[in-house]
């Protein structure tokens, strides 16, 4: 059964239809809501809400775009809505415990390790996920669908409704900066 | 402290640490979670959906404010509602209209007789 039928057959809300769509894209999704989040639990509700939305939402979907095109921009507007409550929770965490309110410890985040990262690179890589946590999040999109999700810059280009020239730029200010941010890394720590 | 070449160096096995990188593949059983959160979704009643629209904070606030301009347009409107605003006019009784309405009820038929 090819996309557009699939699509067509779940408009009309066929179940089976559905399932095939979940299981198709589930680790596309999942995997690039990791590489936005660093969290393995996060990552998986982020991927169920994207799945409830394409079933609620593909009466919408008009095919201007590729099916995947259209599944990486929710899941990217998800991911990044996610990290911006998360941060703005952190935010309001600290605020309450200057004024001495009890509230929840601030507790900073272990390590992410993702796992299709070779055994021998692990560390390094974590270490660049820290890196690339810091990079504003625009540069950080461009930076996670073709370095984690392999996509091409024209591809990138298409998720983020943008030029090729303009994605060229952003990975080359992401590239600085991440250069930038893992030699004072290893000035301090090595 | 350390060379610098030997950081760059460091940064570049850094930065090429995820070439080659494999897909994540989320737990098993998505699609049933997936359809427990759909079915969740069709049990809200219309009200749970009015309640958390409203709830969400730029909501409130919005609301808020609204509720505050509201109450100053209704303030400004009353205290400037003393003088008669252009093209009102003021109805005047004439003479015999008063004389009526201020003898009405002490109309001499009324009137308890000694």
């Known amino acids: ?51 409830v939305q394409v079933y609620q939402s593909v009466s919408s979907f008009k095919g201007d775009s590729k099916f995947s095109t259209w599944l990486y921009r929710i899941t990217i507007t998800k991911s990044l809505d ?60 461009a930076f996670t669908l073709h370095k984690i999700e392999g996509l091409s810059y024209q591809e990138v280009s298409e998720v983020m409704k943008t030029t090729v020239s303009s994605v060229e730029s952003l990975m080359h200010r992401a590239k600085s900066n991440l250069k930038k941010n893992l030699s004072e890394f290893y000035k301090e720590n090595e | 402290m350390k060379k610098q070449s030997d950081i760059e160096k460091r940064v570049e096995e850094t930065l090429n640490s995820v070439e080659g990188i494999q897909r994540a593949t989320p737990a098993p059983w998505l699609f049933a979670r997936v359809k427990g959160k759909l079915l969740k979704a069709e049990e809200r009643t219309g009200w749970e959906v009015v309640g958390s629209f409203l709830s969400k904070p730029a909501v409130a606030v919005a609301g808020l404010f609204l509720i505050m301009a509201l109450n100053g347009i209704l303030l400004l409107n009353q205290q400037s509602g003393g003088s008669l605003s252009a093209g009102q006019t003021e109805i005047v009784p004439t003479d015999s209209e008063s004389l009526i309405a201020s003898s009405s009820s002490f109309d001499f038929e009324n009137l308890v007789q000694p």
């Open chain 1, 1 to 51: 059964m090819n996309e557009w039928t699939l699509i067509e057959k779940l408009k009309q809300g066929d179940e089976a239809a559905f399932k095939t769509i979940v299981d198709t894209w589930q680790d596309m999704v999942y995997n690039t809501a990791l590489g936005i989040v660093q969290n393995a639990e996060d990552a998986e509700d982020i991927a169920q809400e994207v799945f």
């Open chain 1, 82 to 141: 996610h990290q911006r409550r998360k941060k703005r929770k952190k935010r309001f965490a600290f605020v309450r415990s200057l004024f001495g309110e009890e509230s929840e410890v601030v507790v900073h985040p272990p390590d992410f390790h993702h796992p299709g990262v070779a055994l021998d690179k692990k560390e390094d890589a974590a270490t660049l996920f820290q890196a690339i946590n810091q990079l504003p999040e625009n540069q950080k999109v």
